[in-house]
């Protein structure tokens, strides 16, 4: 239920029976990869979710599955579908930016709220979305990470998440994986998980705090920054009397340049009504 004054928009809870659209905003998936994806929809339809996947995912040119206009075009038509749940691509990639002039975004503010799930190179459009149109999105696994065998228990998650908000608890791994399995060899392999995950708080022992949550990959979503798809300060503003939660991934930044960019950020004022990150 909305609260009174709530300005952000929340998608219809999924049920089974209902339908995801894999597209690709970023990049698609090729050669061996193609069995991944296939192998990642059988197993999402076996947990009794209908999927289609669309024409582009499974082509790829220069870092992209097709043109920047037609990749906006297939998020549109397939966000604007009523018989649609859901979207969630099949992975990231490196220039899901490009489709942003070509979004209808006073269109998507007045259609009825839909789920769009993903991270790393999708985080660029939730990110967008969520400061633009206030839209609920999930930063969660992307398609492909249902095509391991088994699937990780954080991966199925997602499916508890969408189908009742009420409340949830997000647990960190105990382990997390440094290098990518080799699914070229074997397109099912799980996460390699190898290395001890750790919490640090850099104040006192716990901490504890809520607010409305914005963030992504680092890597991208700084590329948004200042630009007319990603208005930070107005969406603030509109937050202010809940306060903000950053949440930020980097997946190739050094630790200079996320100094850099956190620096960029406290000067554009982004840290203004932060409560935690």
Known sequence: NKEEGETMKLPK?????????????????????????????????????????????????????????????????????????GIIPPWGGELL?????????????????????GFSDISTLLFSL???????????PNLMDFGTDPIHSSVLELFNIVSSLEEFTQSSLDKYQEVWADTKSNYKAPYNLTEEAKWKVFEGQTAEFSGVLIGGCLD???????????????????????????????VEMTADDI???????????YFKHCNGI
């Open 13 to 85: 809870y999924i049920s089974t029976g209902d339908t995801l659209a894999c597209i690709a905003p970023s990049s698609g998936g090729t050669g061996a990869f193609v069995n991944r994806l296939d192998y990642a929809v059988n197993n999402i339809e076996k947990l009794g979710y209908k999927v289609i996947v669309s024409d582009n995912v499974k082509t790829n040119r220069k870092l992209v599955s097709a043109p920047a206009k037609e990749r906006a075009e297939e998020f549109m038509k397939y966000y604007l579908d009523d018989n649609i749940s």
């Open 97 to 117: 930016m490009e489709i942003l002039p070509y979004l209808d975004y006073e269109l998507l503010s007045r259609s009825e709220p839909k789920w769009i799930i």
């Open 130 to 140: 969520t400061t633009k149109i206030d839209l609920y999105t999930i930063h969660g």
């Open 220 to 250: 991208v979503i700084c590329k948004l920054f200042g630009t007319p798809y990603a208005p930070v300060n107005s969406f603030i503003e509109r937050n202010k009397d809940k306060g903000i939660i950053w949440y930020l991934e980097s």
């Open 259 to 269: 100094y850099r960019t956190l620096w960029q950020m406290n000067e554009l004022n």
